[in-house]
């Protein structure tokens, strides 16, 4: 089992920024990718950011490359988002995941074995 913790949300105005970090426990080990989701309201929930835990690769989704910067602590099992020029649509509600098979595609929150309870992006404009 892994527990996951997000923090770090909160309401911010358009261009501004944000930390998010995700604590993890149990079994972390064990965990191929550590990654970041989104959903708005009303929408499916997205792929946003993913680091390989054991390969340091990370990868972004194309909405977020170049603002976002996903990050992670081996030592401390915490992975950070920091998030800047921050736009209203990137309001949503961020989830941290851990999916543990090699073979998990990591933009596929289907694929993922562990879910933190989110936190809540508020961008106003």
């Known amino acids: 089992q892994v527990q996951l913790v997000e923090s770090g949300g909160g309401l911010v105005q358009a261009g501004g920024s944000l930390r998010l970090s995700c604590a993890a426990s149990?079994?972390?080990?064990?965990?191929?990718?550590m990654s970041w989701f989104r959903q708005a309201p009303g929408k499916e929930r997205e792929f946003v950011a993913a680091?390989?835990?054991?390969?340091?690769?990370?990868y972004y989704a194309i909405s977020v490359k170049g603002r976002f910067t996903a990050s992670g602590d081996n030592a401390r099992n915490t992975v950070y988002l920091q998030m800047n020029s921050l736009k209203p649509e990137d309001t949503a509600v961020y989830y941290c995941?851990?999916?543990?098979?090699?073979?998990?595609?990591?933009?596929?929150?289907?694929?993922?074995?562990?879910w933190g309870q989110g936190t809540q992006v508020t961008v106003s404009s």
């Open positions: 680091i390989s835990w054991s390969g340091g690769h990370i």
């Open positions: 995941a851990a999916a543990q098979r090699r073979d998990s595609d990591y933009a596929v929150a289907n694929d993922y074995d562990y």
């Open positions: 149990g079994r972390t080990a064990s965990s191929y990718y």
